[in-house]
């Protein structure tokens, strides 16, 4: 299907149609060709060489009224007064102005002896040609998608084919649907278009649209001359103007008295006499959002009635797709705020791993999905790593995997093991509907082990990139996805040696239409090898740059979902900054904490911290076996800061509470949060753990 050309105008000879320029003639030697044949009529008779006279009159019989629906340029400009000026045929088929413009050879109009200035298009020739360019306007209108595209395909489509210029008002801010503005009605000039002045191929220099005309030099600068905002005034000219909804003549006395509202003082030199200007206003869906502003050259012919319909139609499709563009930016907006706010902001600094992650969308019109990632720091320095997928990439699938994402920071705080969570996760997505499947994908790291307990339900198995640079894809039982039901999961506990670095994904990653996943598993555990070949044996790739090699692997067509990606570089903690004991619930054990800390500080060149140390592990040693009936247990972790971690077998969580002055005790906790730095406690299956830490000076 060939798309017509978006001008009315008679199209040029090497000129793409289509092109809202290509109007205009390029070069001299265009204006000089020769007319176009003339159309004979079966209805006229020659009067002249070139010219053709109808035969009927007007509608007063005389032959006086000038035809309204005739064609844009039924005169020329520079004819003489006393010039014949065809009239419309009776049967309302409007007369063929190029019969009465045939040009000489030398391109000079036979009655004028003038020709066409350069630059200017062609007149339009029929009713059809405005049709046509009608159709081909609100097409280039109708393709833009967000308020800017929309705006410029409005001004792109009607200069210089329809008007030499356009102002392009716009409500500010713009109501979005059904919402109700507040305050006064406010226009913003969004956008102004006029014909540059340019040089054409053969090096002519062409005019511009509105050259400093000797009694009106403002008409050289529109932007500059013209308000930026005016504000509406209940019962003015402008509001009048706005609440009449159909375009009308700038020297209309409605609009005479709504120029300068509009356009402020100065305004008005731009706007040229006579029926050479139209104001249409934009209505959208439920009110008025705007207004448009053509404008003609004094030397151009001046707009018809039948161009006051072109406006309206112009006007109408720009604003009901200014008014799409507005709600689509209100759900877009909406969009990337749901899926900012389901995802992590920032990510944890936990002991011992240093993490970085990447989230890309499946498209830049569809910035929500399923995807997520997440990590959780848990008691004892360990930090739990998650990445899962719900199916599909919709407001809905982006609603769920919030759902599953809250749920499983929640079975993180109960420190579950990862085949529980992922259970738990199960019967939750059951009870959000049948039909919501998602993959998921637990890890447990532990610092002070160099170890990571791994459970999977049915995501593509993560791939560890050790220090010497072998890239390695663990073997995980792959497990069924979330919400099948029934399903027992499978846990698997393996080595992460120091310096080595877990990467979780998504299949959005690895797979797509041009590729398998195990095909995408194979590039990447490649990609990862390749890059870590870079940096040496020795040392790690940095793990941000890390991230984006992993990502530069992605080609044209591999961007069929979303990608979710959180890589994890294992430091751990080693074995010498890390004291651990066992102690018998008894009243000699406070004794004993502070005996074995003081020896531990001594140790590590930390004596400075031996009173703060020994006050507080012996209040919380002192709480732990007045409850307890198992041994307590007490660790020192040695970090960027002294961490003291004291567990028991009783699950109920100590609170801070306010001691009366009349209590022995309850005032232990009052010291510890005082003194620490930071501290907390957390209910574990086989009781809890309370902490704290302190600054190392």
Not at 261 to 269: K, N, R, S
Not at 288 to 294: N, S, T
Not at 378 to 401: C, E, K, Q, W
Not at 447 to 470: D, M, Q, S, W, Y
Request: hydrophobic share 40%; proline share 9%.
């Amino acid at each position: 299907m060939t798309e017509q050309p978006t001008s009315f105008e008679r199209p040029q000879p090497g000129v793409d149609p289509a092109e809202a320029r290509g109007a205009l003639l390029r070069t001299s030697k265009q204006l000089g060709n020769p007319a176009l044949p003339t159309q004979a009529r079966a209805d006229t008779t020659p009067s002249g060489p070139g010219t053709a006279t109808p035969r009927g009159k007007g509608k007063d019989g005389m032959g006086k009224e000038p035809p309204v629906n005739g064609p844009e340029h039924s005169q020329p400009a520079t004819a003489e007064a006393g010039a014949h000026r065809p009239r419309p045929a009776p049967e309302a088929i409007p007369a063929q102005p190029g019969a009465a413009q045939e040009r000489t050879p030398s391109g000079e109009e036979r009655r004028t002896g003038r020709g066409l200035p350069p630059g200017r298009p062609m007149p339009m020739r029929r009713d059809g040609d405005r049709l046509r360019f009608v159709g081909a306007a609100t097409r280039r209108i109708a393709r833009g998608i967000d308020l800017d595209e929309i705006v410029m395909g409005l001004c792109r489509a009607t200069v210089p084919t329809f008007s030499d210029a356009i102002l392009v008002y716009l409500r500010d801010p713009l109501p979005v649907g059904d919402e109700r503005p507040t305050g006064p009605v406010v226009l913003r000039l969004r956008r102004t278009d006029r014909i540059p002045e340019e040089r054409d191929t053969d090096g002519v220099l062409l005019p511009s649209a509105f050259e400093p005309e000797p009694e009106a030099s403002a008409l050289a600068d529109l932007s500059t001359l013209t308000t930026e905002l005016c504000e509406v005034r209940p019962g003015g000219a402008l509001n009048e103007v706005l609440r009449g909804v159909r375009p009308v003549f700038a020297d209309a006395p409605a609009a005479r008295a709504a120029l300068p509202e509009l356009l402020g003082e100065g305004g008005e030199a731009v706007v040229p006499s006579g029926q050479h200007a139209i104001l249409a206003p934009l209505r959208g869906r439920r009110r008025v959002i705007g207004a448009a502003l053509f404008l003609r050259r004094p030397e151009r012919l001046a707009f018809e009635a039948d161009d006051l319909l072109v406006a309206a139609q112009l006007a109408t499709h720009s604003a009901l797709g200014i008014d799409k563009a507005v709600l689509y930016g209100r759900e877009a907006y909406i969009a990337d705020e749901l899926q900012r706010t389901m995802l992590p902001e920032t990510l944890p600094r936990p002991t011992g791993v240093r993490l970085a992650s990447r989230y890309l969308p499946a498209a830049e019109t569809a910035r929500v999905g399923g995807d997520w990632y997440d990590a959780i720091p848990l008691p004892g320095s360990r930090v739990a790593l998650v990445v899962g997928d719900v199916m599909g990439h919709s407001m809905t699938s982006a609603a769920i995997m919030g759902q599953l994402r809250t749920t499983a920071q929640t079975l993180a705080g109960l420190d579950l093991p990862p085949q529980e969570v992922l259970h738990h996760l199960d019967e939750q997505a059951q009870r959000l509907g049948t039909d919501r499947m998602a993959t998921c994908l637990y890890a447990v790291y532990d610092p002070v082990t160099h170890r990571i307990t791994i459970a999977n339900a049915g995501h593509p198995p993560p791939v560890l990139l050790h220090l010497g640079g072998r890239a390695e894809v663990l073997r995980v039982p792959p497990g069924a996805p979330i919400g099948v039901g029934g399903v027992d999961f499978e846990a698997v506990e393996l080595d992460a040696p120091a310096g080595a670095t877990l990467l979780l994904y998504t299949d959005g990653l690895v797979e797509s239409r041009l590729r398998d996943v195990w095909t995408g598993i194979e590039q990447l555990r490649e990609k990862l090898a390749a890059t870590a070949q870079l940096t040496g044996p020795d040392h790690p790739p940095p793990l941000e740059a890390l991230c984006d090699e992993v990502l530069d692997m992605l080609g044209p067509g591999d961007r069929d979902d979303d990608i979710a990606l959180l890589a994890a570089r294992f430091d751990g903690i080693a074995p010498s900054d890390v004291a651990y004991w066992t102690l018998e619930p008894e009243e000699t054990a406070p004794g004993q904490a502070r005996r074995l800390a003081r020896r531990a500080l001594a140790r590590w060149d930390l004596e400075d911290l031996s009173d703060s140390v020994e006050l507080l592990v012996s209040e919380v040693v002192t709480n732990a076996v007045r409850y307890a009936s198992r041994p307590v247990t007490l660790r020192l972790l040695r970090t960027h800061v002294l961490r003291c971690e004291v567990g028991d077998d009783v699950p109920q969580l100590p609170r801070l509470r306010q001691a009366r002055a009349t209590d022995e005790g309850g005032r232990g906790l009052y010291l510890v949060n005082k003194l620490a730095r930071r501290w907390g406690a957390t209910r574990l299956s086989t009781g809890k753990v309370v902490w704290f830490e302190l600054n190392r000076g």
